[in-house]
């Protein structure tokens, strides 16, 4: 059983394309983080979420609590963002991860 | 900046073999917790700890693991007798509180390689 689903699994855009990765879960949460994984493996934290909407620079991310749902939206997406983003959510100690959207920016 | 530092980042050992991987959290954070994946697998939820002790484990985190605070500083994980399929990369993560609003900084991670 899976208590987090992203979609799309891959994801290849045009440099300056905005980009939507979706996340949806399936139990209660405290919060939901979206993370970047790099080619050589390291995670960075990107976005920690209890509700409503969150920027850093071109990245936005969103949560619907009621929906269960949320999205990661990079605006003007650049070849260096090309990496593995991952949803995961934090239920009192513990947390889930989604299985990562693979993402190539083509210059 | 500070960051989560993990060390080795890359072990091999032979299977039978125990391993201990190590992790310095940021200074101030309470809780740690260690994290794997398998190549082209999901991360994968171990083990939380806090107050020196085990607060959270997974399915996964079974009598082969551990995990101690031996100096205040460091966070371990050992493997006692490593199986081909522990061959991951482990990933050290801490944060400053638990529960709500948790905001988990990561290590690097260590490749575990057994052969």
């Known amino acids: 059983k899976n208590e987090v689903e992203q979609s799309p699994q891959n994801l290849t855009a045009q440099e300056g394309e905005f980009i939507t990765i979706n996340c949806s879960y399936s139990?209660?949460?405290?919060?939901l983080h979206w993370l970047q994984q790099h080619p050589g493996g390291g995670i960075v934290s990107l976005f920690m979420?209890?509700?409503g909407k969150k920027k850093h620079g071109r990245l936005i991310a969103t949560i619907n609590i009621q929906e269960k749902h949320s999205s990661l939206h990079i605006t003007a997406s650049h070849p260096r963002d090309s990496a593995v983003y991952i949803c995961?959510?934090?239920?009192?100690?513990?947390?889930?991860f989604g299985t990562g959207t693979s993402l190539t920016v083509i210059p | 900046e500070p960051e989560v530092t993990q060390t080795p980042s890359h072990q091999v050992t032979q299977m039978g073999q125990e391993v201990i991987l190590r992790c310095v959290p940021i200074?101030?954070?309470?809780?740690f917790y260690w994290y794997r994946q398998i190549l082209g697998q999901k991360v994968e939820f171990l083990v939380s700890?806090?107050?020196?002790?085990?607060?959270?484990k997974s399915e996964i985190f079974d009598d082969q693991f551990s995990v101690e605070r031996p100096d205040g500083s460091n966070f371990t994980l050992k493997i006692r007798s490593t199986k081909l399929e522990d061959s991951a990369m482990y990933f050290c993560?801490?944060?400053?509180?638990?529960?709500?609003?948790?905001?988990?900084?990561f290590g690097q991670g260590t490749r575990l390689t057994v052969v």
């Open positions: 200074s101030n954070h309470l809780y």
């Open positions: 993560a801490s944060s400053p509180q638990g529960g709500r609003n948790t905001e988990a900084f």
């Open positions: 979420l209890s509700s």
């Open positions: 995961a959510v934090s239920t009192g100690n513990q947390f889930y």
């Open positions: 139990v209660g949460i405290s919060a």
């Open positions: 700890f806090y107050n020196n002790e085990i607060s959270e």
